[in-house]
């Protein structure tokens, strides 16, 4: 499929190139990586330029990942990254670590989600899914209406292939009226 291309009402979503191959290098060394995504270890400028000249767009010919960057401006620079995965229509996020803190990957988020459930035939629900103690993760899930759904076989592959702990959620076409709460075992109350 043609890459797609999502407004907010601060962001742009659009497809990643090889011009952002040096932001996605540097942010891709943030610690928080090792320990939580299954992105290569360490990260380099190579790892960097294959996925955006050659995953990102044969992922989204394919239709098996759709990728977008995440900037606050058309033609602006990357500041994260978004993705949706064929496969059990499963999110996954990351922002780079200067721009944490301003709600931008909920807002990112929640239009890919919307997006999805409207455009992408076969989306009844989207699905999240993240290391157990991702926190800051699961924020974002919450705050973008995800209905916690971890159980305590819920796992996550891990970098080696071995299932790790995982969380999960998912949300529909809107939040479950249950959905801020349901997160209370993991989150505690929302503040
Ligand atoms: C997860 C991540 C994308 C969050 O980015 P962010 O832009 O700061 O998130 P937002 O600003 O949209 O925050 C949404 C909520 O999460 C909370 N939050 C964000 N980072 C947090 C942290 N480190 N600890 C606790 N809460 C956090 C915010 O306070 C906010 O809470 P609220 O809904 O109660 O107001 C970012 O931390 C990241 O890139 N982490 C590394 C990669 C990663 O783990 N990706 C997810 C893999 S499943």
């Keep these: 499929m043609l890459p797609v291309e999502l407004r907010t009402a601060r962001l742009v979503l659009d497809l990643p190139v090889e011009d952002d191959v040096e932001r996605v290098a540097r942010y891709c060394q943030d610690p928080l990586f090792e320990q939580f995504l299954t992105t290569p270890w360490p990260y380099t400028e190579a790892h960097a330029r294959g996925f955006l000249t050659e995953h990102v767009p044969s992922a989204w010919q394919s239709g098996s990942e759709l990728t977008w960057a ?27 670590d200067e721009h944490r803190g301003s709600a931008y990957t909920t807002e990112a988020l929640g239009a890919v989600c ?16 993240a290391n157990a103690g991702n926190v800051a993760s699961a924020m974002v899930a919450r705050a973008a209406g995800f209905r916690n759904t971890t159980t305590a076989t819920t796992t996550v592959p891990g970098r080696d292939g071995a299932e790790l702990e995982g ?12 959905a801020v709460e349901s997160w209370v075992p993991l989150l505690g109350g929302a503040e």
């Excluded at 500041?79 to 996954?92: C, H």
């Excluded at 919307?114 to 899914?129: D, K, L, N, Q, S």
């Excluded at 969380?167 to 249950?178: F, M, T």
Aim: no cysteine; hydrophobic share 40%; net charge positive.
């Design 70 to 96: 995440i900037r606050t401006e058309s033609g602006g620079r990357l500041i994260g990254v978004i993705s949706l995965r064929a496969a059990g229509r499963e999110v996954g996020y990351w922002l780079g």
């Design 114 to 129: 919307a997006w999805a459930v409207e455009h992408w035939p076969g989306t009844e629900t989207v699905t999240w899914r």
């Design 167 to 178: 969380w999960s959620g998912e949300r529909g076409r809107i939040p479950a009226a249950d």
